[in-house]
């Protein structure tokens, strides 16, 4: 088969491409076994980076939440990181891990949360896991309670002619059903199941917050709160917004001058990271693993006497990093 002279000479050139960046990011990362120097050592003089966690919308699940903060707590180069929340609340259990994850890096590194246009039920059981919560003056906040909703539609499915069956295993199994009314006996189960989580919640905001249980009980009824009346019941440390977090967490975190934000995100294609003008450095760091697999995987090998396959392209450019 005649070979294509043109693409040979692109796919060298591509392949000397390839290994002046391994060898430049293998610098940068110690990769070199002669640099004495290491990752930390190299970027002290500048790591001016704080870390942004975002916990936006109805919390429901926690894991990309988890994942996130895990990558944060592991990054030597993040010195502090700031929590914006804008979450109404959710489901229990993801709110109370998403708080266990935040006060286990707390311990790490300074985490302050800062509470935009609304931080209230589990978004605010989150910002206690934060050693500072700040919010604006209209930041709608508070809500610590508990709700479980449900209705009777027997008289609808009665209008509707419908005849609704169950079968059940126990007495309880159908706590909530629409078909019936709720029976005494499981309304007493369900509201002490709101108070045992209630009192959960309690426990973390008088923990968090440094206010006595029982004085807590008077604030924690429900209400919300805006975030200036907050700050008169000790709910939030601050008034203010992103930036002024940002300065107060650059501040105990010993970061001087300006920090850069890296924000806890998805992963990016290799070649919008290579275009990118600003690139991250805990992103840039992944490079090399990526090269380095592209390169023992065989497909910078693989000419088969007329150049680089277009799926082998698509392979290079498409593949996120660090996978």
Known sequence: MKKNPLLIVLAVCFLFFVVFLVFTMGTVMNITSGNPLTQKQLFRRNAQFIGVLEVQGILLDSKKTLEEIDGLSENP??????????????????????YEALKKLSKKKPVFSSLANVAASGGYYV???????????GSITGSIGVIMQFA???????????????????????????????????REILQKMADTVLLQFQKVVADSRQIP?????????????SGEQAKEVKLVDELGGFQDTVDALAKEAGISGKPKLIYAKKKKKLLELLLEEDAEVDSLLNVPNLIKKILFSGILGNFKGSGFHREEMKLLFLMPYGQ
């Open 213 to 225: 249980l029982e004085k807590l009980k008077d604030i924690a009824d429900g209400k919300i709160y």
């Open 77 to 98: 180069l993040i010195k502090g990181v700031l929590v914006r929340i804008n979450s109404p609340g959710g489901a229990v259990a993801p709110s109370q891990e998403i």
């Open 152 to 186: 009777d539609l027997s008289k609808f499915y009665q209008w509707a002619k419908i005849q609704p069956y169950h079968i059940k295993s126990g007495k309880f199994k159908d706590v909530g059903s629409t078909m019936r009314e709720m029976t005494a006996d499981e």
């Open 127 to 137: 910002a206690c896991g934060t050693k500072k919560i700040f919010a604006n003056p």
